[in-house]
């Protein structure tokens, strides 16, 4: 395989490394593939639907071929687990045919840490492990202890080494993983990037929220900021308009900076992945903090960042010759989701006496609370299949397949993707134009395919 110079700066020429590079070396044509979330319930391949071969097709061409694993795979008449009471918004469960059916769509690396990592507990976390490691499909994110979960993975590829790291931003609290501390053992979870999350309302709302706090039982003055203040466990500060502020917990980004300096260390190329759904579902804006984040993670080591959790479309940018995705939305949303733990019954108001594991499902899309729209908008069945090339070790270009998932199809014929045409694919692409710009990156739209063009 071709190699190309790696020196750090102020390293003489022939000197040996004993570290390792962080510069990128793989040979000219690298390409990776680049998807959002699996929400998928059973295997595709077998009855594929009108046009999902066609992006088959470029899934299979890559060098690594990506997506964010978001079910648990196992057979409920022989599973020795239970659905959990912490569980991400819904129990996603999948056959255990997804994972052969997975490997030959042409997935070989996948991604692990997000809300529903443990919707089935330890026991669903590990027999998804068992899953992909016999269908051959590097993964990683989850562990027996944070140690293991926050590990890079490597896929061999016949032009070059690939580190994949995945961490979550979003994750039920009882999910995340621990190390040991003395005689206390290490706990299984996934790999977290704690945030904490900040509401901004205008002035005149900070003092309403003060008034009802001090009115509260139990309340003892004590010396505050002016502009900010606790409540119920929440701080507000002031600010022109109301919005989220996030920050990133600095041990965990210091760990997880460490780790992408260690997979690269060991491989030619780091993919680094986060599943973050801040600040919101609703948002085709990535959170304040994401941006310095996937920067930062660049800056030790990653090749490219991929975002993912909001389920729709978010920008673009390209960062020292490599590619940030804030948000690749859905892939596959075959959200036959069955069968479903009862609590998720009792937070829809259904009865599993009466009610099907459908119905609560469409219950779920149609959105059951105030602040939860579920997914009837079409934004969330409209995607691209990201396909990144790389030259000289420099991103040259990424085309941009627009794909739609059937908004209009009944339940059981929804969310198997296929490329898009015609008047769809325009707008798809325009709002990823639109949607990259802040970024500074230009995608242009050339037969109903998005391009961004790096060769100079």
């Known amino acids: 395989m071709e190699r190309h110079s790696d020196e750090e700066p102020g390293e003489k020429a022939g000197h040996y490394d004993t570290v390792g590079s962080l510069a990128t070396n793989v040979a000219d044509g690298f390409t990776i593939v680049a998807v959002g979330d699996l929400i998928v319930t059973r295997p595709l391949t077998k009855a594929q639907g009108p046009g999902f071969g066609a992006i088959v097709k470029i899934l299979r061409e890559a060098d690594v071929t990506f997506g964010n694993m978001e079910t648990n795979i196992f057979d409920i008449r022989s599973f020795k687990g239970s659905p959990q009471a912490e569980y991400g918004g819904a129990y996603h469960v999948s056959l255990p045919e997804l994972g052969p059916d997975l490997k030959k769509m042409g997935f070989n690396a996948l991604s692990r840490a997000n809300n529903h990592s443990f919707d089935w507990g330890v026991e669903g976390m590990r027999e998804t492990s068992r899953a992909l490691d016999q269908?051959?499909?590097?993964h990683a994110g989850?562990?027996?202890n944070l140690a293991q979960a926050g590990a890079a993975r490597f896929l061999e590829t016949a032009r070059g080494r690939?580190?994949?790291?995945?961490?979550?931003?979003?994750f039920t609290p009882m999910s995340r993983?621990?190390?040991?501390?003395?005689?206390?053992?290490?706990?299984?979870?996934?790999n977290s990037l704690r945030l904490a999350r900040t509401i901004l309302v205008p002035p005149e709302v900070l003092e309403n929220l003060r008034k009802v706090r001090n009115s509260l039982p139990g309340y003892r003055g004590r010396h505050e900021e002016a502009k900010r203040i606790v409540l119920a466990g929440m701080?507000?500060?002031?600010?022109?308009?109301?919005?989220?502020?996030?920050?990133?917990?600095?041990?965990?980004?210091?760990g997880i900076c460490r780790n992408v300096r260690q997979g690269k260390q060991f491989a030619d190329f780091c993919l680094v992945t986060n599943h973050g759904h801040e600040p919101g579902n609703w948002s085709q804006e990535p959170a304040n903090h994401e941006q310095s984040f996937a920067r930062e993670l660049i800056?030790?080591?990653a090749d490219a960042y991929i975002g993912h959790g909001p389920h729709q479309l978010r920008g673009i940018e390209v960062y020292k010759s490599r590619p940030i995705f804030y948000?690749?939305?859905n892939f596959i949303m075959d959200d036959l989701r069955t069968p479903v733990g009862a609590d998720m019954f009792a937070g829809y108001q259904k009865d599993p006496m009466k009610d099907t594991d459908a119905e609560l499902t469409a219950a779920e899309m149609a959105g059951g609370y105030e602040t939860d729209a579920g997914f009837s908008d079409p934004v969330f069945y409209e995607?691209?299949?990201?396909?990144?090339?790389?030259?000289?070790?420099?991103?040259a270009e990424v085309r941009l397949y627009p794909i739609e998932l059937g908004h209009s199809k009944r339940l059981a014929n929804r969310g198997v993707p296929r490329l898009a045409s015609g008047p769809q694919a325009q707008g798809i692409l325009e709002r990823l134009q639109q949607l990259s710009k802040p970024f500074g990156t230009h995608v242009a739209i050339e037969n109903d395919t998005g391009v961004i063009n790096l060769r100079h």
């Open 142 to 144: 989850v562990g027996e």
């Open 162 to 170: 690939v580190a994949l790291l995945s961490c979550a931003s979003t």
């Open 299 to 301: 800056d030790a080591g």
């Open 177 to 190: 993983a621990c190390d040991p501390a003395g005689e206390a053992p290490g706990r299984p979870g996934l």
């Open 235 to 254: 701080t507000y500060e002031t600010a022109d308009k109301a919005s989220y502020k996030y920050e990133a917990n600095s041990k965990d980004v210091a």
């Open 383 to 395: 995607s691209v299949v990201a396909a990144c090339q790389f030259e000289h070790n420099q991103l």
């Open 327 to 329: 948000s690749l939305g």
């Open 135 to 138: 269908s051959g499909i590097v």
